[in-house]
């Protein structure tokens, strides 16, 4: 089974530490934890400015899961020390399905998170329960755009290239919230949400909206011989 998730962390580096965790099942269960054992003093300037202050904000995880019944039927938190989230996130994992797949935003921060997190100490390994690949919804928005560019340049009505920067930056950069914007939330649109915006859970639930938008469809493109055969051409033309 699917599981979206994201986490809030104390900064970019190699020392980044997990701060809070949001996963929501396929079937609409969610679970929310914040960690008390992270160090605080490895906090950048934007997470003081934009995490911390939403940490157990009252009313945000509640509000997604009332204002969205047929989406979240669930709540649960587990705030506490690294090992006791991992227990609880553990025991929420398998009492819902037999295996887990996450999807997450940009796999190389998450993943790493969430895997440090699930891990046995002593083993350094994962249950076997949990999937060792990710899905990045990085790459599938890559994919999803370099098709449409593709289209666009065999119907001539782009000039063709082998620069994929731009699509580059737009699927890393890309405002997620704009990807649902004509999915409306609480009465408005996704992108008016500000004050729940980096809440680890309503981050997940923007990325399970984007994902049942995107995914089904983008994940089958790309193992299309059209795809394949547009990205193969690519880089032949880059390394000639």
């Known amino acids: 089974m699917l599981y979206y998730v994201d986490t809030e962390f104390t900064n970019l580096g190699k020392d980044a530490e997990l701060i809070s965790i949001g996963v929501i099942s396929e079937k609409g269960d969610s679970f929310y934890a914040i960690l008390s054992d992270y160090n605080k003093e490895k906090c950048s300037d934007f997470v003081k400015e934009n995490i911390l202050p939403k940490l157990g904000k009252p009313g945000i995880s509640e509000r997604i899961v009332s204002a969205k019944k047929s989406i979240l039927k669930s709540y649960n938190t587990a705030d506490g020390t690294k090992k006791n989230v991992r227990e609880r996130l553990l025991k929420f994992l398998s009492t819902i399905s037999d295996y887990t797949t996450f999807v997450s935003d ?5 993943g790493v998170l969430v895997f440090d997190l699930l891990m046995d100490e002593r083993t350094k390994e994962l ?22 560019e593709k289209e666009l340049e065999k119907n001539g ?40 915006k980096h809440n680890a859970l309503w981050d997940a639930f923007v990325i399970s909206l984007i994902s049942k938008k995107f995914i089904s469809n983008t994940v089958n493109l790309a193992f299309e011989s059209v795809l394949y055969g547009d990205i193969m051409e690519l880089i032949k033309e880059r390394m000639n």
């Open 106 to 110: 940009v796999c190389h921060y998450d």
């Open 127 to 148: 249950p076997k329960n949990i999937n060792p690949m990710v899905i990045d919804i990085s790459t599938v928005l890559f994919y999803q755009r370099f098709r449409v």
């Open 157 to 196: 009505e782009k000039e063709k290239s082998t620069d994929t920067s731009e699509i580059e930056k737009y699927a890393f950069d890309k405002t997620r919230e704009e990807l649902v914007e004509n999915l409306e939330i609480f009465g408005t649109k996704t992108e008016n949400n500000e004050e729940y």
